[in-house]
């Protein structure tokens, strides 16, 4: 059991923000606190819809971790990581169903590049199993909650 919903201090170092602004007709930016910008559309655009940035949010916290992994290992050819499933809408509204997050990666030849390879599926499984963020929130399925700011305290 997890310990209960702490309240917001974005001054605690557990806390993790974005902020989202209108700036068009279906079209959004999203701002981090260090003042990187993501362009977020509704799909009639080349912007990435939220559904894709939850995607993209699954491969990228699974490959920064097992690549920071592997890397220490040898360093790759090619690292590529897919992350896919299907949108459905059912009892449970709309969703995603048979999500998998798949690398595709090239060490080098030699030592270094074959322990990498050896390392590569336990990398993975510790990604999946405790160290990514992102599939972790997923997985365990942590409620979200919506508020209106002036309702806030």
């Known amino acids: 059991m997890s310990d209960p919903t702490p309240t917001p201090d974005k001054h605690a170092d557990t806390w993790r923000g ?6 068009g007709e279906g079209r959004y ?3 981090n606190q260090r003042g990187g910008i ?4 509704s799909g009639e655009d080349p912007d990435f819809t939220p559904v ?3 995607l993209a949010a699954l491969a990228g916290c699974a490959g920064v971790t097992v ?3 592997t890397s220490r290992r040898a360093q790759p050819l090619s690292f590529d990581v897919t992350a896919e499933g299907h949108k459905v809408r059912d009892e449970g509204g709309s969703h995603l169903v048979g999500l998998t997050v798949t690398f595709d990666v090239v060490f080098p030849e030699g030592e270094a590049g074959d322990q990498a390879r ?3 599926p336990r990398a993975v499984q510790q990604t999946h199993d405790r160290i990514c963020t992102v599939s972790r929130t997923v997985t ?3 409620p979200v909650d919506y508020a209106i700011a002036e309702e806030r305290a």
């Open 18 to 23: 974005v902020d989202l602004t209108r700036i």
């Open 67 to 69: 690549d920071e992994l």
């Open 140 to 142: 365990l399925g942590e």
């Open 38 to 41: 993501v362009p977020i559309g």
């Open 29 to 31: 930016k999203a701002t």
């Open 52 to 54: 894709e940035l939850l």
């Open 118 to 120: 050896a390392f590569l």
